[in-house]
């Protein structure tokens, strides 16, 4: 049981900027099976603090202008970092060995601000988007309770996606965060993805409008979560011979982008 609880903080140190007041034995032994469930915790958050944004703004750009910056200075700052550098290690011209110094190179070069502000921009509009749907979302008020929790539901993804990586990749270099990840348990990756989604699943079946006006169609969002892992994990091992904890918070944030604009898509929003 105390592996089990050191593994849980040591997952929560690791995903966000929220200090710790206790000392934990670092354990990462099922850091695989909570990173998805962190993603309930973020994603509830958000949720409360969109509300409260909601209250104090009453705009929705606003509001979703405050998720972002709630999130990120909470959780995302350092997935985003990971973004970066594989914008530039990624997209760069060169060997394995040149990929690997720009990773641990802490200047931020011409790929990644481009890269950065790109995905910055089209994250923020498709949340702006997402708000003023759910603001206008018909009654009753489960079904737009229902369809917020599915659309803050992209936390979830995001660290799903990052978390199959280290049980389908090796890591690229024999220390940092991917060797002591290295290979992490499947069966734990998908048990925490399944946890992590009950909630969503059962709010949204619970939902009589929801299913009946969409059906279970935006559950599709969470096709996010495969398409993020493999494109992160694809390029890292094709390019750098295997991952680095960067590909990991390149799988969050894609993993997150990707379901905000498939809920997009899917409910019409």
Not at 178 to 193: C, I, M, V
Not at 202 to 224: E, H, I, K, T
């Amino acid at each position: 049981m105390k592996r089990l609880t050191n593994s849980l903080l040591t997952t929560f140190a690791l995903v966000s900027r929220i200090p710790l007041k206790c000392r934990i034995e670092p354990v990462y032994e099922y850091t695989v099976f909570f990173l998805p469930v962190m993603g309930i915790v973020v994603g509830a958050l958000d949720l409360v603090g969109g509300f409260a944004a909601q209250v104090l703004f009453g705009d929705s750009f606003l509001v979703a202008v405050s998720i972002v910056v709630f999130q990120y200075g909470l959780f995302n700052i350092f997935h985003f970092d990971g973004l970066l550098d594989s914008a530039d290690a990624l997209l760069v011209f060169g060997e394995r060995r040149k990929r690997l110094e720009i990773l641990k190179d802490v200047k931020i070069g011409s790929f990644a601000l481009f890269g950065g502000i790109v995905y910055m921009c089209t994250k923020l509009y498709v949340l702006f988007r997402g708000v003023a749907f759910l603001r206008t979302y018909p009654e009753p008020a489960m079904d737009g309770l229902a369809a917020a929790v599915l659309m803050f539901s992209h936390a979830v993804s995001g660290r799903a996606a990052a978390a199959f990586i280290p049980c389908l990749v090796a890591p690229a270099r024999p220390d940092g965060l991917g060797a002591l990840l290295g290979g992490s348990s499947f069966g734990h990756a998908a048990a925490g993805t399944i946890l992590a989604l009950l909630p969503v699943t059962v709010l949204w079946g619970a939902s009589p409008r929801a299913v009946d006006v969409v059906g279970w169609v935006p559950l599709l969002s969470f096709l996010s979560i495969p398409a993020a892992g493999a494109v992160a994990g694809i390029a890292y091992k094709k390019k750098i011979g295997g991952y680095t904890g960067d590909a990991l918070g390149l799988a969050v944030e894609l993993g997150e982008l990707i379901h905000l604009i498939l809920f997009f898509l899917l409910m019409g929003v």
